[in-house]
């Protein structure tokens, strides 16, 4: 194929440089794959890819301090609490393929609580990032470990990848189980098993129920 070089200015996204480079750069991939790029049903494609990007990983501009917004607060609890289906969609940074499914967080709170709607927060901050699952699951865990300093912290994530089902093995059915314990969830399997099977009751009888017995010990 001809070589086509990069040119920013011809992008209709001028007012946004960085926005303006990612089209100009699907364009020209669209015509690297033998296509039109301006041809009426791909004339607008390359902006609307780059706005797409831009939004599947917005993660990389969100700074987690404004995202918990000082929602922390000092409270007499001592048990466990659950954020259980948190949904989410990233991108393989290997393929730039989506992956998605559910995120399960679990923490003991030492003396202080986080708003819960935080949580599903700090899920999207690190999933809306080009990623890889076991960096994901531990990203979560350590940041909820760095500002909430619990006794405890569990993430368990579920998730399909499509650079798995689409191409290579092409595998449809597979789903990739990862987890973080912290703490007490790693130090007492007691504790660990209320979390687990605490989920496995809310599951049962799905791949995920199966998949987490092996977790126990």
């Known amino acids: 194929m001809a070589s086509t070089s990069i040119n920013p200015s011809a992008s209709v996204l001028d007012a946004n440089p960085i926005e303006g480079v990612l089209s100009e ?3 020209v991939l669209v015509r690297e794959l033998g296509e039109d790029p301006t041809r009426e049903g791909l004339a607008k494609t390359p902006d609307r890819v780059a706005k797409s990007l831009r939004f599947l990983t917005s993660g990389y501009e ?6 918990i917004n000082d929602a922390l607060f000092t409270v007499d609890y001592s048990e466990m609490v659950i954020v259980k289906d948190i949904d989410f969609y990233s991108l393989c940074e290997h393929h730039l393929l989506p992956f998605f499914g ?3 967080i679990a923490y003991l709170p030492r003396d202080r609580v986080i708003g819960l709607s935080k949580l599903p927060r700090l899920v999207e901050v690190f999933s809306r990032r080009l990623q890889v699952q076991e960096r994901l699951t531990n990203q979560i865990a350590e ?5 909430l300093n619990p006794l405890g912290v569990a993430v368990v994530v579920e998730a399909t990848h499509l650079c798995m089902a689409m191409r290579g093995v092409e595998k449809q059915n597979s789903v990739a189980l990862t987890h973080a314990m912290r703490g007490v ?5 007691a504790v ?3 979390f687990l099977d ?8 799905t791949t995920l129920s199966r998949s987490l017995e092996s977790f126990h010990e």
């Open 143 to 147: 940041t909820v470990v760095d500002k």
């Open 185 to 189: 969830f790693q130090e007492d399997p």
């Open 62 to 67: 969100q700074d987690i301090d404004a995202v």
């Open 102 to 104: 559910r995120c399960h």
């Open 192 to 194: 660990r098993r209320e």
């Open 25 to 27: 750069a699907v364009r």
């Open 198 to 205: 605490m989920l496995q009751r809310r599951h049962a009888g």
